[in-house]
Structure formats: structure tokens, C-alpha cells
């Protein structure tokens, strides 16, 4: 298997040097040259396998050769093994809604997934190469804290993780800045989350300075972050599909960034059997303009309650978009150029047709998402959190009842508890994790969301 830029100019990179590049050096993101299929007699024992079974069977597809087989079995189980649940993500059936429960790492969150496995491949990668790596990286709540607990205390790795002031939840902030291993540094920028996507983008692309200070990705530009995501939703079919003797289903994903779905749209490519991909967003619906519309244009954050969606630049939309163009790189890299000066990107009838048979979309405000969070208490007793009470009510609103609905999960309740209270008029149960969390040492430092000043702080405590 080898990869290559959605822009055309990096081509014919192994699995490793992919993950080790993240973003690639000509400002594409990188994607495997072929798409991997899974027939249905494997998609039929996946329901006897268990999750680290499953992800060894389609991350395996995607390193090929270049990986020790017992080696990359071995890193999977140990990235699993953090999880408090034997199932990792288990599905839960509520009221006729399938929740699949991504949130049972150890920060509580969906990203928790990918990054407990990336963290132990950086390791296992630059101790095979003997080299060293400063990873940087921007969080609009829950990547920041599941990159930190993906690589705290490891001997080989720094990681300089952007949040946006004031912008992530009380317990989101906390879970970053209590971990005070001296390979973490934690940056509140004065800006937005995009702001912190850009000076990534904008640090990763000054070649030098990325070679030089040894950059590592754990945002979902790396590769390897959507391909761990990518099990979860074979997972799911292979737990809802066997109940229910269906065989399609549809998937509802909350998300502000595209990585999320653009995992689930690679299963379906990949021969997952998915009738919908639903994509849910808050107020800050770019994504949904551009599935209903055709109308990819950048207008101001707005906070919600779901602060880890207040996000108006998607950085995984570039993936999707090669795909939509026909895999046409010059065309791509035209439209990317145009929207860098524009931020505003307009689709033709003909292509929001193509958008319209990948997805289906619905946003989903503020007042939406309380309804939506004290209804279904009321009605099962589950305890939504607000990205996830989006996802319900977009897969309630827009799936087939004909066909069984997965939401995911994509974090607990207790990191969102305002919204929760504000709900339904309790707070939600607390995991042990969370524990005192208030009263931890915590270390954080305030700077201004400048890529050169952010660079100068990394040089200056870089590996």
C-alpha cells in the first residue's frame, strides 16, 4: 500500500513515512493510492471478532508489507487496552436509536480512538528510526487532550497543543491542563480554533522549519487518525446488522471538522453497507451549507454548546473534495488556491447532485440540542451529550425508518455538564477519571494566535 497528496506532487510513500510526514509537503493531505475492499464474507466474521480483531483487519490492509504483522497486532491491543469497556465501542439501543458509545478512553472522547493508537505508533516508529519528534497540534476541545494522553511521559516525543481561550468546556480545559509531564505544553491562543488549524497548516508547510524541529501531526491531516476511525463504523455493522437483519443502515456524525464522516465515507467506499451518512452540525453549518446548497463559504465562529463543532474550516473537507473532482489533483489544487484568498467555494448543480448521494445533512441549534437532550432522557433515561443530542436529532429527523440509525457518541456527558444541567436539571454522572480534576496542578500558558510566535515558543523548548 502507498500513499499520495490529494495535490499531486508527494506520491509513492510508504504507510510509516506517511504518518511521519502528516501533512504533506505540498500542503495536501495524504491518502492511499488504492481503497482497500472488504467482501461480505468478511464483513460476515466480523460479528464473531472483537473490536482489536476487527481494527487489525483493516488498519492491516492499509500498512501492507510495511509493517510486522505480530508488531502491529501488539500496538492495537495496547491501544485498547485503555478503554474501560471489554467492547471498546459498544452499541447501546435506545428507543429504536442506536448509540454507538465512542467515549470510553481516557479522556472521554471519540478521539480517544485514534490517538491512543497513534500514540504508541509514534513510539514504535521513532524508536525503530532513532529519532525524535515535536508534535503540534490544535484542539477545538477533545483532540488536545487525547493527543496528550496519547503520548504523555513518552521519552522520544514533545507535544504543543493550541486551544482557543475560553472557547473549550471547563472539564475539556481541565483534562489538558492538569497533565503536567514535562513532554506536554499547553497553548491558549487568543483566537479561534481555526486560527489554531492555521498556524499548524502554516508551520507544517515551512519545510524547513517542519524538518528541522522534527514536526509530527496528531490532528486529523494524519492519516493514520481518520484510518482508526475507519473501524469503528464496521464495528457497528457488525453488531446493529445481525439484531436487526438489515442490510443497510445509516450513520449520524456530529461534526464540525469532516474527519469524523469522512471516516464513515471511506467504509462505504471500502464496501461498508451504508444507506446514509448524515451529517449533523450546530450553528456553525458550513458543512451542511455545502451538502444542501453547495455552498462552501467561511463565516464567523459561533459559540454553542457544542464547542468541539465551532469550527468554519473543515481541514478534512480537501480529502472529500479530491474524491468529488474525480480524483483530479490540478483541479483540486486550483480550488484550494482559490479559497484560500476567497474563503468561499461555490458547486455547480451537477456536483452538489454527487454531494446529495454521499450525504444527507441537517443543523441543529442551541435550543434544539437542549429539547433534544432532556426528550430522550425523558423518554429512555439516557443522558445525551450536546454533540451527540445534534447527531440524535439529525438521525432522527432525516434517516429512513425503514432502516436502522447509528449516532455516534462522540464524548461524554460529564465533560459538557452546563449543557447537561441546563437540560434536564441535574448534573450528569461523573467517571472516576474526572475525580478532583479541579483541584490538580495544572500548567498553561496564553499567547497570541501568531504563527510565528507559536514557532519561537516551540523552537525554543523543542526536542
Known amino acids: 500500500m502507498r500513499y499520495m497528496s490529494t495535490r ?17 509537503n505540498d500542503g495536501g493531505l495524504l491518502l492511499p493510492e488504492q ?23 483493516i488498519i492491516s490492509r492499509f500498512t501492507g508489507d510495511d509493517f510486522d504483522q505480530n508488531d502491529l497486532r501488539d500496538l492495537i491491543e ?22 454507538l458509545e465512542l467515549f470510553h478512553g ?41 493527543a496528550i494522553y496519547g503520548v504523555r511521559g513518552k521519552d522520544r516525543i514533545n507535544i504543543f497543543i493550541m486551544h482557543p481561550d475560553g472557547k473549550v468546556s471547563p472539564i475539556q480545559k481541565l483534562q489538558m491542563t492538569t497533565v503536567t509531564d514535562d513532554n506536554v505544553f499547553n497553548l491558549a491562543i487568543r483566537g479561534t480554533f481555526d486560527d489554531g ?26 492519516w493514520a487518525r481518520v484510518l482508526a476511525q475507519i473501524v469503528y463504523y464496521f464495528y457497528a455493522y457488525s453488531r446493529v446488522q445481525p439484531e436487526t437483519g438489515c442490510e443497510k443502515i445509516d450513520f449520524s456524525v456530529p461534526t464540525g471538522n469532516f474527519g469524523d464522516i469522512f471516516a464513515g465515507y471511506m467504509a462505504k467506499r471500502m464496501g461498508l453497507p451504508v444507506d446514509k451518512l448524515i451529517l449533523a452540525t450546530n450553528e456553525n453549518n458550513i458543512l451542511s451549507r455545502f451538502v444542501l446548497n453547495g455552498d462552501y463559504s467561511v463565516g464567523d465562529v459561533v459559540e454553542t454548546l457544542s464547542p468541539s463543532m465551532d469550527i468554519q474550516i473543515a481541514s478534512n473537507f480537501e480529502r472529500y473534495l479530491y474524491y468529488l473532482l474525480g480524483e483530479d489533483s490540478e483541479s483540486l489544487y486550483g480550488l484550494m488556491e482559490s479559497f484560500a484568498t476567497s474563503k468561499s467555494l461555490q458547486f455547480d448543480g451537477q456536483l452538489q447532485a454527487k454531494v446529495r448521494e454521499d450525504f444527507d445533512s441537517l443543523t441543529v441549534d442551541k435550543a434544539a440540542t437542549v429539547d433534544q437532550i432532556r426528550d430522550f432522557h425523558q423518554r429512555t433515561g439516557y443522558v445525551l451529550d450536546p454533540h451527540t443530542a445534534v447527531g440524535v436529532r439529525a438521525g432522527e429527523r432525516l434517516s429512513d425508518p425503514d432502516v436502522p440509525v447509528v449516532c455516534l457518541a ?15 436539571g441535574q448534573d450528569p454522572e461523573r467517571p472516576a477519571s474526572l475525580d478532583g480534576i479541579e483541584q490538580r496542578d ?22
Do not use: W
Not at 78 to 99: K, W
Open 35 to 57: 481503497i482497500p475492499a472488504i467482501d461480505t464474507t468478511q464483513l460476515a466474521a466480523y460479528q464473531t471478532m472483537s473490536y482489536p480483531q476487527i481494527a487489525f483487519d
Open 106 to 146: 481516557p479522556t472521554l472522547a471519540f478521539k480517544d480512538v485514534a490517538l491512543q493508537f497513534l500514540g504508541n505508533l509514534f513510539e514504535y516508529l521513532l524508536e525503530e528510526r532513532d529519532e525524535k519528534m515535536n508534535i503540534l497540534g490544535a484542539t477545538s476541545g477533545d483532540t488536545g487532550s487525547a
Open 410 to 424: 462522540t464524548a461524554h456527558p460529564a465533560k459538557f455538564g452546563d449543557a447537561v444541567q441546563q437540560a434536564i
Open 8 to 24: 499531486g506532487q508527494v506520491r509513492d510513500l510508504s504507510f510509516k513515512d506517511a504518518v511521519m510526514m502528516g501533512l504533506a
Open 197 to 222: 488549524q492555521r498556524i499548524v497548516k502554516e508551520t507544517f508547510n515551512d519545510l524547513d522549519f517542519k524538518a528541522n524541529y522534527s514536526l509530527g501531526a496528531v490532528n486529523s491531516i494524519n
Open 442 to 463: 495544572s500548567r498553561c500558558e496564553l499567547i497570541d494566535a501568531e504563527t510565528e510566535k507559536v514557532k519561537a515558543y516551540l523552537a525554543q523548548r523543542a526536542r
Open 78 to 99: 495496547r491501544s485498547y487496552a485503555t478503554f474501560t469497556h471489554p467492547e471498546v465501542t459498544p452499541v447501546s439501543q435506545q428507543d429504536g436509536v442506536y448509540i
